[in-house]
């Protein structure tokens, strides 16, 4: 109770006391407990962070939080997936897929259009990307038709194309993916790698450092 009133006097105007300023806190406490809520509901953010990055938005100037507002706001309302290669994009097609100095006869295929983020930051493969929307798993029931690689093999069928990089995590799942792409992939007479590892076994790409990743991928494997 003592640490509540505390905060309040903090929160809400010094000259306002009575019921109003207490109404005050009351409402701000509300909207503070939401921020936090909704941080937590980031991944790798737990109580204490999303507290502490509430009070952080709390003691910023106003123009600076509502850009942060804004910038989600913009987020959630112009980022669609590239039609071709389902990275994230504001237009139909991405800045990847329309890039002419990037060579179209090689593609790593990712699970997540995150990944893509990654993989760029390397600045060592200058091809394009497709990424599947997640991984094979059989046990939750996730299998070929519930990811994008209908378009993988279509983009494949269309030609021009000379190497898949397989670039999925170092997972059950991933090695699941990636065993089944090379089946369905080679066929068409295209060569198909594995990234080596590099990558911790289990682990992921999202967590792995630029130049794992670097490593990962000039080490890559033929499948
Ligand atoms: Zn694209």
Do not use: W
Request: hydrophobic letters at 35%; one cysteine or more.
């Amino acid at each position: 109770m003592k640490e509540r009133e505390a905060s309040s006097r903090e929160l809400s105007h010094p000259g306002k006391k009575g019921k109003a300023g207490a109404q005050a806190a009351e409402v701000s406490g509300q909207a503070l407990g939401r921020m936090v809520e909704a941080f937590t509901r980031l991944p790798g953010i737990g109580k204490k962070s999303a507290e502490r990055l509430a009070f952080a938005i709390l003691g910023m100037p106003p123009e600076e939080a509502f850009g942060i507002a804004q910038a989600i706001l913009d987020l959630k309302n112009n980022s669609r997936y590239c039609t071709v290669c389902n990275n994230i994009t504001e237009d139909e097609i991405c800045g990847l897929c329309r890039d002419e100095k990037r060579d179209p006869s090689r593609i790593c295929v990712v699970e997540e259009p995150s990944n893509i983020l990654i993989l760029e930051k390397t600045g060592i493969f200058r091809g394009r990307y497709h990424a599947l929307m997640g991984s094979l798993s059989p046990l939750d029931g996730i299998g070929p038709e519930d990811l994008r690689i209908d378009g993988l093999m279509e983009r494949l069928r269309a030609g021009g194309v000379k190497e898949v990089i397989i670039a999925t995590n170092p997972t059950v799942k991933g090695e699941t993916t990636a065993l089944y792409l090379s089946k369905l992939i080679k066929p068409l007479g295209i060569s198909v790698s594995r990234i080596a590892y590099g990558l911790p076994v289990g682990g992921d790409i999202e967590y792995a450092d630029e130049n794992t990743v670097l490593r990962a991928l000039e080490g890559r494997r033929e499948m």
